[in-house]
């Protein structure tokens, strides 16, 4: 395929070189005259294992070769990868300056050619950005709509340095989101060597991804040092520990309790988080990402609870309030935070949990409710109907098989607020809204 690569920085040089290493013909775009020179030398103008010598072999073949011409480039390609820098700001936003303008260029040319053309973007832009910034700009600059008249798709690169040229041709996944099935195949038959599996998804999505991948690794990174710097404190080798931890695939390395939801609670995560920081305190170490844990925990409390009282009305029904389905523990459950304050704000409530009897809790279980919602017995259900019978507003607090039916259930009038995705109240009622989605 005809193939031009905007931007010859990091991401660009790789991206033009091994697409032109495939035997597709790459065309780089640069402003910076001296990376056009230095590709067509047959030299890279980065420092990355392996890149200079893709580099020389794919300029030699012909396969490869640059210019500072957009026209040209345009022209003599079918689709674009754009790969220009997006900057920090002083105040941490982003700078698209580069993006836009480019995306200003890529339109301008494209308008004089008669055939198709798709534009990729693979410089990290926030979402939003596509349908912001880039759409706009080449729908004005064409006079044309994309996804019908010309191309369009966000294409995430996930490449370090230092093996950028590895993982480029050895990717976990290859993430594609265009709105158009067109533009999305054009980018798949692209990426057909690749290994992994190729994922596709609306152009929001696939600019979110790598902002979810990189802070989940910035997470990953401070969470294990913070790990480390406690274990020192207590002379204990921090790297057998996070050995063992690593060996856990069903909980810990895997997609366990990574789905946005509810806030977390039971017996075991606040106290033991809570144990923990205070242990650090004691012995003087600093954790500020794992002691700020309980108050993010929280801040989904609240969230949840604002969304509740911003309807406005008071009859409320709770489906669920043990700390989650199959359980009758009640200890830390963050749905009692909620009826609680509900109470407090003068709420007429009516709660079902067919795992919560009374009668039959003991020990710390029933003192804890006890204690915290005392008069509650006067306010649960045995049947799911008397609680729709009441409410004005329905909140699904934890995800028991059981409410899997709800969509039959509610009527049209009644609102219903989610914290655990029921995917088939979400499809079918006009009065839904979810906690994270």
């Not at 390609?77 to 754009?82: A, G, M, R, T």
């Not at 533009?183 to 152009?203: A, F, K, N, T, W």
């Not at 017996?267 to 920081?277: E, F, G, I």
């Not at 709770?318 to 963050?334: E, Q």
Request: with cysteine; hydrophobic share 40%; glycine share 8%.
């Amino acid at each position: 395929m005809r193939i031009s690569v905007f931007g010859l920085g990091y991401v660009g040089s790789v991206s033009a070189a091994c697409l032109a290493d495939w035997g597709h013909s790459v065309i780089g775009v640069d402003a910076h005259t001296l990376k056009v020179e230095m590709i067509n030398a047959g030299r890279s103008p980065i420092i990355e294992t392996g890149i200079a010598d893709l580099i020389e072999r794919t300029t030699g073949n012909g396969s490869l070769s640059a210019t500072p011409n957009t026209e040209d480039a345009i022209l003599k390609s079918d689709i674009s990868f754009v790969c220009v820098g997006t900057p920090s700001k002083p105040n941490g936003g982003l700078d698209y300056s580069y993006l836009a303008n480019v995306s200003r260029d890529i339109g301008h040319a494209m308008v004089k050619k008669n055939s198709f053309h798709t534009v990729a973007i693979r410089s990290t832009a926030l979402p939003g950005t596509m349908h912001e910034v880039v759409i706009p700009i080449l729908e004005q600059t064409t006079g044309w709509k994309a996804g019908k008249d010309f191309g369009i798709c966000t294409n995430p690169e996930f490449l370090r340095e230092g093996s950028a040229i590895h993982d480029f041709k050895t990717p976990s996944r290859t993430v594609i989101g265009a709105n158009d099935e067109r533009s999305g195949d054009m980018v798949q038959e692209i990426y057909s060597p690749l290994p992994g599996m190729v994922i596709r998804c609306p152009i929001n999505i696939a600019e979110m991804i790598k902002y979810a991948d990189n802070a989940w690794h910035a997470t990953k990174v401070a969470f294990a040092n913070e790990i480390g710097r406690f274990c020192k404190a207590e002379g204990i080798d921090s790297h057998q520990v996070m050995d063992i931890f690593a060996q856990d695939g069903k909980l810990n390395i895997s997609p366990a309790y990574l789905k946005p939801g509810f806030a977390f609670g039971g017996s075991c995560l606040p106290k033991d988080l809570r144990a923990l920081t205070a242990k650090a305190r004691e012995l003087n170490v600093d954790l500020p990402m794992l002691s700020t844990l309980m108050p993010s925990n929280r801040s989904q409390i609240e969230q949840g609870l604002e969304m509740v009282l911003a309807s406005g009305k008071k009859k409320i029904g709770i489906l669920g309030f043990s700390f989650k389905a199959g359980t009758d523990d009640l200890r830390c459950s963050p749905m009692v935070d909620v009826i609680e304050a509900l109470i407090g704000k003068g709420c007429d409530l009516r709660l079902y949990d067919r795992n919560v009897n009374l009668a039959k809790l003991m020990g710390a279980n029933r003192d804890y409710i006890m204690k915290v919602v005392p008069h509650i017995e006067r306010l649960m259900c045995e049947r799911i109907d008397d609680v729709l019978a009441h409410a004005d507003i329905i909140v699904i607090g934890n995800n028991d098989p059981e409410f899997a039916q709800i969509a039959e259930w509610v009527r049209p009038e009644q609102h219903v607020i989610d914290f655990v995705r029921v995917k088939s109240i979400e499809q079918k009622h006009a009065n839904y809204d979810g906690i994270c989605w």
